[in-house]
């Protein structure tokens, strides 16, 4: 088996989901292989991905392929773009219906195996505050996204996740699409038209 397999067939946090709101099985979704060009670090799967098995099959995916001016097709493409979250599996909802945060258990057992298995990576796009703090060590998202352009030069640019819940966010911060976006498509566009 190799460590794609290994990941889909992990149970490591079936107590866990099922004492959640939404008392799920686990259900990782994997989405890589070595030779990918572009990585997408994301937090974790919603419910709909869940549902489908495929990343970013959801509006929060719509408005990411957006921000990167990839196609569908170009977005799922394997052998050019990997999608690893912080954790496989959808971690499920409080009783408030709030989404849980990925268990840190998934990134502790998986996240540098993955990473060794993909390389060095052309472009790395670290998709929310999770994937902020593993890969650059940062707590403040919003600091970390608006000093983008040193991190964007070693080929790495966070992104605030793209959830509608941060549509507030984004009007907040309008440098975010007249600066940092533009910067993101043109790279994005270089690294897959090699």
Known sequence: MDLADDIRACRLCADRFAATATAHAPRPVVWFRPGARILIAGQAPGARVHDSGQPFTDRSGDRLRDW????????????????????????????????????????ATWRRQVMQCLGPMPLTLLVGGAAIRWHLGLRDVTAAVADWRAPAARGVFPLPHP??????????NPWFAAEHLPALRARVREVMDV
């Open 68 to 107: 990167t001016g990839l196609s569908e097709a170009e977005f799922y493409d394997l052998s050019r773009v990997a999608i690893v979250p912080m954790a496989f599996c959808f971690p499920g909802y409080d009783a408030k219906g709030s989404d849980l945060p990925p268990p840190a258990v998934c990134a």
């Open 163 to 172: 959830s509608w819940r941060n549509t507030g966010w984004l009007k907040r």
